[in-house]
């Protein structure tokens, strides 16, 4: 079973940016629809932002206009630029890479959001 990593988190003041990044070392990498959650304390894991294997991105409201969802699949990564962050973007973010019924989550990377 593939084991998606994720590293980029940290912190950042209000307004400032990060990038995160999701690696799964698979050959059929490019088959998978990748996904970034997050999870603040206290909150249900939500969906983030998607990517499909066609590279069609789809976005939470509350991140439109504001995070990037793209992959690299020569390099087997997903990434989720996040501009302008908030404090309310404060959360635990974690990948997840689905394929038909199967699907892997990663460890998750914190991002704190602070002055």
């Known amino acids: 079973q593939v084991q998606p990593v994720e590293s980029g988190g940290g912190l950042v003041q209000p307004g400032g940016v990060l990038r995160l990044s999701c690696a799964a070392a698979?050959?059929?990498?490019?088959?998978?629809?990748v996904g970034w959650y997050r999870q603040a304390p206290g909150l249900q894991r939500e969906l983030v932002a998607q990517?499909?294997?066609?590279?069609?991105?789809t976005y939470a409201g509350s991140v439109r206009g504001r995070f990037t969802i793209s992959r690299d699949n020569t390099r087997r990564t997903v990434y989720l630029q996040m501009d302008n962050l908030k404090p309310e973007d404060t959360a635990v973010y974690y990948c997840?890479?689905?394929?038909?019924?199967?699907?892997?989550w990663g460890q998750g990377t914190q991002v704190t959001v602070s002055s």
């Open positions: 990517i499909g294997t066609r590279g069609t991105p």
């Open positions: 698979s050959p059929i990498f490019n088959m998978f629809t």
């Open positions: 997840k890479v689905s394929l038909r019924e199967s699907w892997s």
